[in-house]
């Protein structure tokens, strides 16, 4: 059996991982779900009722608008896009994990040494 990521690790996170999806092309939900699968190898997938709650936030918050798609067979499709809001959005919580991961990581595997 795969391991997966805790969904406790990765809450904090879903607004990020969706704008750097979409800020790489428009894109539907299920296209989003499949792709957040795919970059996290598996061991990860986003469920309906949380995408499209970030979707909505997102897009109260100005970082997202949608449109419907012209697909010519089957259903019609939302299509989410990022805005300049949303990538202003992205470029600050990218920096803010950066700045974020190495200290988390000294906090759960550092060991204290004396300071002189």
């Known amino acids: 059996m795969a391991e997966n990521i805790s969904k406790d690790l990765i809450r904090g ?3 990020t991982i969706i704008l750097n999806i979409l800020q790489q092309g428009d894109s539907y939900g299920y296209q989003v779900a499949k792709r957040v699968k795919s970059l996290s190898h598996g061991h990860y997938e986003l469920n309906e ?4 709650t970030v979707f909505r936030r997102l897009e ?10 012209d697909e010519t067979q089957g259903s019609r499709r939302k ?10 959005m992205l470029a600050e919580k990218t920096a803010a994990w ?3 991961k190495p200290i988390i990581d000294d906090l759960i595997t550092g060991k204290l040494t004396e300071e002189a």
């Open 60 to 69: 109260k918050n100005g970082a997202l608008t949608d449109y419907w798609g």
């Open 13 to 15: 996170h879903t607004d």
């Open 98 to 100: 950066q700045f974020a």
């Open 79 to 88: 299509y989410y896009h990022v805005t300049s809001v949303g990538l202003e």
């Open 49 to 52: 009722a949380t995408l499209y």
